[in-house]
Nanobody
Framework: QVQLEESGGGLVQAGGSLRLSCAAS????????MGWIRQAPGKEREIVAA????????YYGDSVKGRFTISRDNAKSTVYLQMNSLKAEDTAGYYC?????????????????WGQGTKVTVSS
């Protein structure tokens, strides 16, 4: 399995930006689709963004379209989530996910690998 470690979370004011990183180890990242999933207290998990193994296909949740960008650097075994124009409702734990199948990440059903998460707090 792939081991995933997120970083880059923190406290930011509404309208600001953050960039999350997810460093992978253990297996070749280029074999995996990757994604970011978030969960706010008392709310269900929500797919934020996903990217296929070759960066040809990306998917974004409706609530983040136009504000967030997912990218990956397979040479560095790292996936990024650039978050701009942050809103208070973006406050959540953000989790990195890896799976051989992109649609598995988008549907969040049976994902192979999860990171421990990084917390993002947006103050209004």
């Amino acid at each position: 399995q792939v081991q995933l470690e997120e970083s880059g979370g923190g406290l930011v004011q509404a309208g600001g930006s953050l960039r999350l990183s997810c460093a992978a180890s253990g297996r070749t990242l280029s074999n995996y689709a990757m994604g970011w999933i978030r969960q706010a207290p008392g709310k269900e998990r929500e797919i934020v963004a996903a990217i296929d193994s070759s960066s040809y296909v990306t998917y974004y949740g409706d609530s983040v379209k136009g504000r967030f960008t997912i990218s990956r650097d397979n040479a560095k075994s790292t996936v990024y989530l650039q978050m701009n124009s942050l809103k208070a409702e973006d406050t959540a734990g953000y989790y990195c996910a890896a799976d051989k199948i992109t649609s598995t990440i988008v549907t969040m059903r049976g994902i192979d690998c999860w990171g421990q998460g990084t917390k993002v707090t947006v103050s209004s």
